[in-house]
């Protein structure tokens, strides 16, 4: 069966930090990646989504830049996070081609 | 402008009643429509998926119909249960599985 991890699962950065978060997926091949932003009261959006290694396509102009170094691997990171980079991130995966989008357990994001 | 609206923001039923939880979009193409819980400081998990083609469609005590015509979809819930609190995300996708749009959620709380 498929799994999906990330981590860490919360985080408490200052600003002008840096910042890395991880998504793996694990049972499924060159599946396509996505990675969600959760403001307090606010419906997901997407940041960024993949669907293959070095493919990324960014939806939102903004502060933060994605990775796919391998296959099953998603990073988000930013150089310099910001107080408006708060919020909670969430990664899913999809099989190419079909409709579900499975999502991972989220991490909590608070910049201070 | 692709939207998707949901109501009540939130709901406080008692154990055991039913439930309806409203969605009403504007996202063309549509493509199909999903329902999603998501448990507070979790990723959302899919309850139900529906194309243009079909009205209908259950998953235990959730039961969701949509009108394509009117662009509303509405998740029934029976019997509710004290696990069925959380939020209920209504989600429409266009131009393929990789852009969604996603409603702000209504939060439900199942009181004993």
């Known amino acids: 069966s498929q799994t999906i991890h990330q981590w860490p699962a919360t985080l408490v950065q200052p600003v002008g930090s840096p910042l890395s978060l991880e998504c793996t997926v694990e049972?499924?091949?060159?599946?396509?990646l996505y990675w969600y932003r959760q403001a307090a009261g606010r419906g997901l959006q997407l940041l960024f989504y993949s669907v293959g290694i070095g493919q990324i396509s960014s939806e939102v102009p903004q502060n933060l830049s994605a990775s796919r170094p391998q296959d099953r691997q998603f990073i988000l990171s930013s150089k310099k996070l910001l107080l408006s980079d708060s919020g909670f991130y969430l990664c899913?995966?999809?099989?190419?081609?079909?409709?579900?989008?499975?999502f991972g357990p989220g991490t909590r994001l608070t910049v201070t | 402008k692709n939207q998707v609206e949901q109501s009540p923001q939130s709901l406080i039923i008692l154990e055991g009643k039913n439930c309806t939880l409203q969605?009403?979009?504007?996202?063309?193409?549509?493509?199909?429509l999903r329902w999603y819980k998501q448990d507070t400081g979790r990723g959302p998990v899919s309850l139900t998926i529906?194309?243009?083609?079909?009205n209908t469609k259950s998953n235990g005590r959730y039961t969701a119909t949509l009108d394509a015509d009117t662009k509303q979809s509405s998740l029934h819930i029976t019997a509710s249960q004290l696990s069925d609190s959380a939020s209920y995300i209504c989600v429409v996708s266009a131009e393929g599985f990789q852009k969604l749009v996603f409603g702000t959620g209504t939060r439900l709380l199942v009181s004993p």
């Open positions: 899913a995966w999809s099989v190419s081609g079909y409709y579900e989008q499975y």
């Open positions: 049972g499924t091949s060159n599946p396509n």
């Open positions: 529906m194309t243009f083609s079909e």
């Open positions: 969605c009403n979009y504007t996202v063309s193409p549509f493509s199909n």
